[in-house]
């Protein structure tokens, strides 16, 4: 067993589909995790904002190589061109559904369940030529690749509920968030027939991928590369700035609604949304826990091996390995959203692809 993957969600997937691509067999590689079905802890999340349409664009999907992308895909499915031509303008966005059903075929295709392994892990340690896991092993290579530590929840809100859970909107709702997940439910509960107060402590950038389209792309990235850390952190921190995608399809129904006085928008907390309003069902579209800290296992590896970190972010080499950790003989790699420092948008598919690529490039090289 010479290659192991902690963690069992899209990143987990994107990484295995690689390494078997990349002609590494299923007996040489382990994947740990809690998620026999790697697409189970996004649906979950993506179903509760009934999330229809992916942010991400054609070449969003699982499979290790970029060609054919979901847009040939779906022109070919369909007999029409319409989803290429819609691509070459980047309007084209896979359905969830479309999304979904091709991440299982990767799934079935890569073998994953021979090396799926229902176990979470709670100790990386390096040893000579390798890695530990609990104290099973050594594994010379390692992807972690454990997806975001947990939801973040305000305190002092019992009764709120998070986006990312399963929810109905109840005739007045205060949604708190201003990226994709608060504007796709201000059109949810907007479309359910409730009045919604959208509370935000920024304003949302309006932009079509998660990141500005640069930071996807060699040159972008090779900039962003030769930051100091201090600025690279500042960078990060900009980016984390809540956004959604431009377009009629979000400003249209808003702006009705805000004329209509269905729509208010509230710059303080939901406390004073309370006061204002009167009792509001409260949404909490607030994202995720940021952070290495907030991980236990990310932090106990950081921890027991003094390696380097800036804010929340762990440093990494560009081609996302830890470079304390990884030589020769062995590769230590982050993957998902632990992996911002290496690839902005680490918490897309591309991003898990781009830690994926450079992971078995890594592997290919020591063999
Ligand atoms: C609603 C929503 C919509 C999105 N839409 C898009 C989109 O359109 N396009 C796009 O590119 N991206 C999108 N994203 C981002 C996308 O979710 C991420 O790219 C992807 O889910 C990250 O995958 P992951 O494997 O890092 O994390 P996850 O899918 O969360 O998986 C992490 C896995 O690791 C497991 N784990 C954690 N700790 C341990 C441990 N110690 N040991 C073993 N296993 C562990 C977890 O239980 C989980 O199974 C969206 C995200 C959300 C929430």
Not at 8 to 32: K, M, N, Q, W
Not at 195 to 205: F, H, K
Not at 211 to 221: E, T
Request: glycine fraction near 8%; charge should be positive.
């Amino acid at each position: 067993m010479r290659c192991a993957i902690v963690g069992s969600g899209l990143a987990s997937l994107a990484a295995y589909a690689t390494l078997r691509h990349g002609g590494i067999e299923p007996g040489d590689i382990a994947v740990f995790g809690p998620n026999a079905d790697p697409t189970e802890p996004w649906r979950m999340r993506a179903a509760s904002i009934r999330q229809r349409r992916m942010r991400s664009e054609s070449d969003g999907h699982l499979a290790p190589a970029s060609f054919p992308g979901l847009a040939v895909r779906e022109s070919l499915r369909r007999a029409t061109p319409a989803p290429l031509f819609a691509s070459v303008t980047n309007r084209y966005h896979p359905s969830v559904d479309a999304f979904l059903s091709h991440a299982e075929e990767v799934r079935a295709r890569s073998g994953w369940e021979q090396s799926f392994r229902a176990q979470r892990v709670a100790r990386v340690r390096a040893v000579a030529g390798g890695f530990e896991l609990d104290g099973g092993g050594p594994f010379a290579h390692v992807l972690v690749a454990t997806g975001h530590p947990g939801l973040a929840k305000p305190a002092g809100l019992p009764e709120a509920v998070h986006a990312y859970e399963p929810h109905e909107y109840a005739p007045r709702v205060a949604i708190v968030g201003a990226g994709m997940a608060a504007a796709t439910e201000w059109l949810n509960a907007l479309a359910a027939g409730s009045e919604v107060v959208s509370i935000r402590r920024r304003e949302p950038v309006r932009r079509p991928l998660n990141v500005p389209r640069p930071l996807f792309s060699k040159r972008g990235l090779a900039a962003f590369h030769r930051l100091a850390p201090h600025d690279r952190a500042t960078k990060l921190r900009e980016l984390s700035t809540p956004s959604y995608p431009p377009g009629a399809a979000w400003d249209r129904p808003l702006e009705r609604a805000a004329s209509e006085g269905r729509l208010r928008v509230l710059r303080g907390s939901p406390e004073e949304a309370q006061r204002k309003y009167g009792d509001l069902q409260v949404i909490l579209a607030t994202g995720f826990l940021r952070g290495f800290t907030h991980d236990a296992l990310l932090r106990d590896l950081v921890e027991a091996h003094a390696l380097e970190a800036h804010d929340e972010w762990i440093a990494l080499a560009p081609d996302s390995t830890v470079p304390a950790l990884t030589d020769d003989v062995r590769t230590l790699s982050i993957a998902g959203v632990a992996g911002q420092w290496a690839f902005p948008a680490a918490d897309t598919i591309a991003g898990a692809k781009y830690a994926a690529r450079a992971f078995l490039r890594r592997i290919c090289r020591t063999r």
